[in-house]
């Protein structure tokens, strides 16, 4: 079946820190994957999106490619900031599955001013 | 703005109690979702819908139903409420680019 597996959390970083979130993926087709991102408080957000190999989403400073060799879309950030805290989770989607999302457990990001 | 509206942010039941969610979209999108988000789990599909009158189940629909009578608006229903549905509930809708589904803040459920 679909799975994504996250690093466990949760991750506290002081501001300007990088940050690497893995993510990798198991999936029996050629999928779309994404990160979406929770403020507190609110619904889920599209953060950034792949939908081919070697794709590279990015949106407000963060980046993802889509690895297919290693089933990998880690995310990072060369420079945090306190609003970046927040829980991010990753996703795939299979073509033609009703676009149904097969998410990852999520992690807590916490930073420090 | 793609608007996803749930009918209540927190929401207190009791054991045995029939409980209606209500999620709203106002943006004529065809799939609909209801997610359950639950801390080290991450959101597990409960049911959904491509159409109206149309719903398959997701991973977990056990103790669930779901009613899609209008296009727009997609109700979960906790038939007889339990302790093990305490959690948030997540609705969310897509429609083109598919890929991308749109989420509502989340209503948080108790059940004492």
């Known amino acids: 079946g679909n799975s994504v597996t996250q690093m466990e959390g949760p991750v506290t970083l002081s501001e300007e820190a990088f940050l690497t979130i893995n993510c990798t993926y198991t999936a029996t087709g050629y999928p779309s994957l994404f990160w979406y991102v929770q403020y507190p408080g609110e619904g889920l957000q599209l953060l950034l999106k792949?939908?081919?190999?070697?794709d590279k989403g990015s949106n407000k400073g963060f980046e993802a490619t889509y690895r297919k060799e290693t089933t990998s879309f880690h995310l990072e950030k060369g420079s945090v900031q306190v609003s970046d805290s927040a829980v991010y989770f990753c996703?795939?989607?299979?073509?033609?599955?009703?676009?149904?999302?097969?998410f990852g457990k999520g992690i807590t990001l916490s930073v420090r001013p | 703005d793609v608007k996803v509206t749930q009918s209540s942010r927190y929401l207190v039941k009791r054991t045995g109690e029939k409980v209606f969610l209500e999620c709203v979209q106002d943006?004529?999108?065809?799939?609909m979702f209801w997610y359950r988000q639950d801390p080290g789990l991450g959101l597990r599909l409960i049911y959904f819908s491509y159409d109206v009158k149309m719903k398959e189940k997701g991973d977990i629909p056990e103790g669930y139903s779901v009613s899609r009578e209008k296009k727009e608006r997609f109700s979960l229903i906790l038939e007889s409420a339990s302790t093990n549905q305490t959690s948030m509930y997540l609705c969310a809708s897509n429609g083109v680019p598919l890929y991308e589904q749109y989420f509502g803040p989340g209503t948080r459920l108790t059940v004492t």
């Open positions: 943006m004529d999108h065809e799939n």
């Open positions: 996703a795939l989607s299979l073509t033609g599955a009703n676009s149904k999302l097969t």
């Open positions: 792949a939908t081919k190999a070697d």
